[in-house]
């Protein structure tokens, strides 16, 4: 079992950037994909990205893609989300995700940190 601690949320102008964290504890980090999820009010969870057990491979969801980028340090056990080019409408509780797999995937995983809340302004 994993258990997930997110940070680094916070209120920014439209066009900033934020750095989200998450860290592990529990179980050896590096034997799970890891992903970053968000919901907005009104709004049902989505995807935002996901990465590899050793870090080579990302995926991202099309609204985030080339603003987002997600990485993680397995010496730190800790997976990140830098977020470049904030729009408005990226405001959501963010949250971090493991699951213990070798695909990466968009859903599904088991173990969910508590989110930390991401507010843009326009």
């Known amino acids: 079992q994993v258990q997930l601690v997110e940070s680094g949320g916070g209120l920014v102008q439209a066009g900033g950037s934020l750095r989200l964290s998450c860290t592990a504890s529990g179980r050896t980090f590096s034997s799970y994909v890891m992903g970053w999820f968000r919901q907005a009010p009104g709004k049902e969870r989505e995807f935002v990205a996901t990465?590899?057990?050793?870090?080579?491979?990302?995926y991202y969801s099309g609204s985030v893609k080339g603003r987002f980028t997600i990485s993680r340090d397995n010496v730190k056990n800790t997976v990140y989300l830098q977020m470049n080019s904030l729009k408005p409408e990226d405001t959501a509780v963010y949250y971090c995700?493991?699951?213990?797999?070798?695909?990466?995937?968009?859903?599904?995983?088991?173990?969910w940190g508590q989110g930390t809340q991401v507010t843009v302004s326009s």
């Open positions: 995700a493991a699951d213990d797999t070798t695909a990466l995937k968009q859903g599904g995983y088991d173990y």
């Open positions: 990465i590899s057990r050793g870090g080579s491979t990302t």
